[in-house]
T-cell receptor, first 114, second 114 residues
Framework: AQKVTQAQTEISVVEKEDVTLDCVYETRDTTYYLFWYKQPPSGELVFLIRRNSFDEQNEISGRYSWNFQKSTSSFNFTITASQVVDSAVYFCALSEAGSEKLVFGKGMKLTVNP | DSGVTQTPKHLITATGQRVTLRCSPRSGDLSVYWYQQSLDQGLQFLIQYYNGEERAKGNILERFSAQQFPDLHSELNLSSLELGDSALYFC?????????????FGPGTRLTVL
């Protein structure tokens, strides 16, 4: 069965601090895909990144970086030099090959204070 | 703007009533997904359609049904509404039905059942 765990429910930081959002997943499949989505206060879900299970390379996009480690079944997301606009709920999600549905974690609310 | 549109944005209705939520996928996307976001259950997959055919079912109640029309827009019908059906309902679309493809989410329809 698929499962995504985001142990942190809420984090509050001050602008310019670095913050890491943890994501641990469970799946029996060898082929699977991991995603991060952002839900700002306006409510829409914004796609951030996709990773497949065969690609363990870390990825950096501006102030965002992602660390995928199969050995620990984790796909963590780091925001460097956080900004107030980063305040949102962040969701980690998993889909398995052959099953297109996304299984989401409970989400982590990040508040960045000026 | 993801390119996925949902109407209405807000819906307030009474218990026992029936409502229809509408979704237009991104241009060219054949696959449509419906998700429910509630405080209790988080983000949960309800149902998926691909090119007019039902493709996968999740935790969708029997009181709920959906369809995808020839022009690829989709409707989610919720009947005999209960207080617990109050939630944010998202539609998402992707190019093909594959776990690999990121899903792009609409702005959601917030349903309030009084």
């Amino acid at each position: 069965a698929q499962k995504v765990t985001q142990a942190q429910t809420e984090i509050s930081v001050v602008e310019k601090e670095d913050v890491t959002l943890d994501c641990v997943y469970e799946t029996r499949d060898t082929t699977y895909y991991l995603f991060w989505y952002k839900q700002p206060p306006s409510g829409e879900l914004v796609f951030l990144i996709r990773r497949n299970s065969f690609d363990e390379q870390n990825e950096i996009s501006g102030r965002y970086s992602w660390n995928f480690q199969k050995s620990t079944s984790s796909f963590n997301f780091t925001i460097t030099a956080s900004q107030v606009v980063d305040s949102a709920v962040y969701f980690c999600a998993l889909s398995e090959a052959g099953s297109e549905k996304l299984v989401f974690g409970k989400g982590m609310k990040l508040t960045v204070n000026p | 703007d993801s390119g996925v549109t949902q109407t209405p944005k807000h819906l307030i209705t009474a218990t026992g009533q029936r409502v229809t939520l509408r979704c237009s996928p991104r241009s060219g996307d054949l696959s449509v997904y419906w998700y429910q976001q509630s405080l209790d259950q988080g983000l949960q997959f309800l149902i998926q359609y691909y090119n007019g055919e039902e493709r996968a079912k999740g935790n969708i109640l029997e009181r709920f049904s959906a369809q995808q029309f020839p022009d690829l827009h989709s409707e989610l019908n919720l009947s005999s509404l209960e207080l617990g059906d109050s939630a944010l309902y998202f539609c998402a679309s992707s190019v093909v039905a594959s776990g690999y493809n990121e899903q792009f989410f609409g702005p959601g329809t917030r349903l309030t059942v009084l």
